[in-house]
């Protein structure tokens, strides 16, 4: 149950993350320093 909880909070944080980076058109880098927008 305490997994499930974690994915759950991890996955709602991933999601609002893709909506900001999608909303100001920014990007972040990835592990290998390139510029994305849908992190993983």
Do not use: F
Request: hydrophobic residues 35%; positive net charge; glycine residues 10%.
């Amino acid at each position: 149950m305490v997994i499930g909880l974690c994915l759950l909070v991890y996955s709602l944080g991933q999601r609002a993350l893709r909506q900001y980076l999608k909303r100001g058109s920014q990007t972040i880098q990835n592990q290998l320093g390139q510029p994305t927008a849908t992190p993983t």
